[in-house]
């Protein structure tokens, strides 16, 4: 099953209450399309970078089968660039700088061989690059998943709520939930937020877990308790990528495929946080992953 994944591949800077980080590798696309490469070999990445991006980190991709005919190099250009510091309890941070740099006049080109995608990631980037991809497919995708943040709902939020009517699944962090609705209570907000256009609404909470909302239906995964937490970067868009990457392996769409797509993505995030930036998406096995997913399993499991 084809996946085609857009978002950001970057540069990053981190604090956390345990180190910081010169530039380093990060971006939305970059966490997606490593997270869904344990679950589904047809993958294509839509971005773009500046020449001073380093071509090994391209040739990781690669090595994990993402394809990267869509990854377009400016040259004498700059990649983006966002740096982040995190409070004391991790689970909130500040941005410190976000420089959108080759993103400002990006036009995803979509090779031929991606526009008949059946399953469609639209990773953290501007709105309208996002309604650009879906413009572009010459068929209606089995599943569009859109993740977004509050600084896209800050500078383009009508360009945001188109993309919004478009998709099947959104992925926000409780904060943006409150904000694009308006309303406190995440019951409420997602009610809200699922009249604006997707029918699955993913709410974030960071290391309190998820939740999926659908219809009258809601579902709640807990975030798995890890002894050592060094960076929750790219938590959010890791857990995107697992949560895609095992529907798009199972071609599955029902609630209950749903919920345990749910469980695979907070798997891939409890990996991510555990080291800086995206050196823990590197080297897992199957058995790595499916034994989180079994720890999640009896994490909730009580007699009833
Ligand atoms: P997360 O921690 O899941 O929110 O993702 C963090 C990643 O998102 C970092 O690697 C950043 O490079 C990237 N990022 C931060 N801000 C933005 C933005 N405004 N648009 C797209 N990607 C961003």
Same mark, same amino acid.
């Given at each position: 099953m084809s996946l085609l994944v857009v978002g950001t591949v970057a540069f990053d800077a981190i604090e956390t209450p345990f180190g910081k980080t010169d530039k380093i590798i990060g971006g939305a696309a970059t966490y997606i399309g490593l997270a869904a490469s344990y679950f589904t070999s047809n993958l294509k990445l839509v971005s773009v970078i500046g020449? %001073? !991006?380093?071509q090994e980190s391209i040739d990781l991709m690669e090595e994990r089968? $993402? %394809?990267? /005919?869509g990854l377009q190099v400016k040259q004498g250009e700059k990649s983006f660039f966002w740096s982040g510091k995190y409070h004391n309890d991790m689970n909130t941070r500040d941005t410190l700088a976000t420089e959108l740099n080759v993103l400002e006049h990006f036009d995803p080109l979509l090779p031929e061989?991606?526009? %008949?995608?059946e399953f469609v990631m639209l990773g953290n980037l501007t709105p309208s690059v996002q309604m650009r991809v879906l413009e572009q497919l010459t068929s209606k995708p089995k599943l569009v998943v859109m993740d977004t943040m509050n600084f896209w709902m800050d500078i383009a939020l009508d360009d945001l709520k188109e993309v919004i009517r478009k998709v099947d699944v959104l992925t926000i962090n409780d904060e943006e939930a409150r904000q694009l609705s308006g309303e406190y209570s995440l019951v409420k907000a997602a009610k809200i937020i699922r009249e604006m256009g997707p029918e699955y609404l993913v709410i974030k909470k960071g290391e309190h877990g998820a939740l999926l909302f659908h219809k009258d239906r809601t579902f709640y995964s807990p975030a798995l308790p890890l002894e050592e937490v060094f960076d929750p970067t790219g938590a959010g868009d890791t857990f995107a990528g697992g949560f895609i990457g095992f529907l798009a392996s199972t071609e599955d769409l029902s609630f209950d495929n749903m919920k345990r797509g749910i469980i695979y993505g907070s798997a891939m995030a409890s990996f991510c946080v /555990?080291? !800086? #930036?995206? /050196?823990? +998406? $590197? #080297? +897992?096995?199957r058995e790595d992953i499916n034994s989180r997913v079994k720890q999640f399993a009896e994490l909730v499991h009580f007699p009833q």
């Open positions: 020449s %001073d !991006f380093p089968g $993402i %394809d990267t /005919e061989s991606y526009k %008949d995608s /555990e080291k !800086f #930036g995206t /050196e823990s +998406l $590197i #080297g +897992l096995s």
